[in-house]
């Protein structure tokens, strides 16, 4: 067999979009709580239920746009169309929400609110028509056995985003600037969020040329079809044995469990942040940025470590280190008044175990299906992420409202040590599993 190289370069090109999409989604999580609670003044059960409904929606959006790009034929490709689309009517419709948000606050009117709620709806399904394509189109045009590499690459390019986010709004919205503010603007940081998502759709418009990568790997992978762990029934559809769906299915609940824990922290976080220590918008996002730091310095080290002693092993460790994180997260948010060195300290450390599970835990579903029907796995991946974060947000805000806003970290922390249990009963898609069976090409897999 003859041996894999990842391209580096086209890959990081390729994430571009997952870049864009990250720099989204910080910000969303960020701002529109703090808006829907300053400005509309509406209480923490409303506000996490309209968290939760870009979650809700996901779920039929995701796999419906995922599914059509499939079916699509276009000079640009498959995926391509829906990422401009997509981003386009984004870039436009995430603007127009601060001049609602800043009209209503100098003059309030029932038409404003609904006005905001529906452009943000409309905002969301925006953001779906491109998610699934845009995620699709990296195992579109890289061979399987070096996805896991890929998709670390793809994780930092989505980190990157989010990073140059939050210090855009460190910089922007110090506490100092907004703790004395009746009403805060956050235009100037929509567009430049915007400009971001922009830029980065242009630069993979120029240097990735879709049809003719996709149309390069499916040779490839014609070629190898030992690369494939499922069964074939003899019709042309894919069956998995009993262990493997097994392991599936106790996969699929450890992701959702992981992310009811870690996304209830992240949707939180800024109000949590506010209410417990009175640190404003620039304090909290310095903790995430802190945190989106952490997860980037640790891709590579997470890589090799990974390929040493397996993806299963080193989600375990970061599951460990994740629960521990949030409980200390709770000692520090209530024994100090303000963020310190020693809270930093913890958030690195949270970034550094989310990416030992992050990085490793979509390439474990997708080793279990035959290259052919990555995207309908990733959609099992997404669908178990995206159905813990519709109700963590709104489970997560209930008790903060009803027994004491201390309780989010314990919470999470909670939620993540069940996923302990259950990848304990996982047994397939490790990397070390790969290598016994005898495929050469997994050697040079790094995650």
């Not at 092993?313 to 280190?321: D, E, R, V, Y």
């Not at 990733?378 to 974060?389: D, F, I, K, P, V």
Request: proline letters at 4%; glycine letters at 8%.
């Amino acid at each position: 067999m003859e041996k894999l190289k990842l391209n580096n370069k086209r890959t990081v090109l390729v994430g571009l979009a997952f870049l864009s999409i990250c720099a989204f989604w910080q910000m969303y999580d960020n701002v529109v709580p703090l808006i829907l609670r300053e400005t509309f003044n509406m209480d923490e059960s409303l506000t996490g239920a309209i968290m939760a409904a870009d979650n809700i929606l996901a779920l039929f959006l995701l796999p419906f746009f995922g599914g059509l790009s499939d079916r699509s034929h276009s000079k640009l490709g498959r995926r391509t169309p829906f990422i401009i689309v997509g981003t386009v009517f984004a870039v436009v419709l995430m603007n127009i929400l601060p001049v609602l948000d800043n009209s209503y606050a100098a003059a309030a009117a029932p038409f404003k609110l609904v006005s905001f709620v529906i452009v943000l709806g409309l905002l969301l399904v925006a953001m779906g028509i491109y998610r699934s394509p845009a995620v699709a189109l990296m195992p579109d045009v890289t061979p399987k056995p070096l996805r896991s590499k890929a998709n670390a690459i793809i994780n930092l390019m989505g980190a990157v985003g989010g990073i140059i986010y939050l210090g855009v709004a460190a910089v922007m919205y110090p506490t100092s600037r907004t703790s004395l503010l009746a009403h805060v603007n956050y235009q100037p940081l929509f567009i430049t969020v915007s400009a971001i998502m922009l830029a980065a759709l242009i630069i993979l418009l120029l240097t990735i040329r879709e049809p003719k990568l996709s149309a390069e790997n499916q040779e490839l992978e014609k070629k190898h079809p030992e690369w494939n762990l499922a069964e074939d029934d003899g019709s042309g559809h894919e069956t998995l044995p009993a262990p493997v769906k097994k392991s599936l299915g106790f996969l699929l609940a450890s992701i959702a469990l992981w992310f009811i824990g870690y996304n209830g922290v992240t949707t939180w976080f800024t109000t949590y942040i506010a209410e417990v220590m009175g640190e404003g918008l620039g304090g909290a996002s310095t903790c995430l940025m802190v945190a989106t730091g952490g997860a980037i310095v640790s891709y590579i080290p997470i890589g090799i470590i990974a390929s040493k002693i397996g993806r299963k092993k080193t989600i375990m460790g970061g599951i460990i280190l994740l629960a521990a994180c949030f409980l200390a997260g709770f000692v520090l948010t209530t024994v100090f008044d303000s963020i310190n060195a020693i809270m930093f300290a913890a958030f690195a450390l949270v970034g550094l175990a989310w990416a030992a599970i992050n990085v490793n835990s979509l390439p474990m579903v997708v080793e279990m299906c035959r290259g052919s029907d990555v995207g309908k796995f990733t959609g099992y991946y997404y669908t178990a992420s995206m159905l813990a974060q519709v109700i963590t947000p709104v489970i997560a805000g209930t008790l903060m409202k009803h027994i004491s806003y201390r309780i989010l970290f314990p919470y999470a922390a909670f939620f993540v040590a069940l996923s302990f249990v259950t990848m304990l009963f996982v047994r397939h898609g490790d990397v070390k599993a790969e290598a016994k069976r005898g495929l050469d090409a997994f050697e040079d897999m790094g995650d």
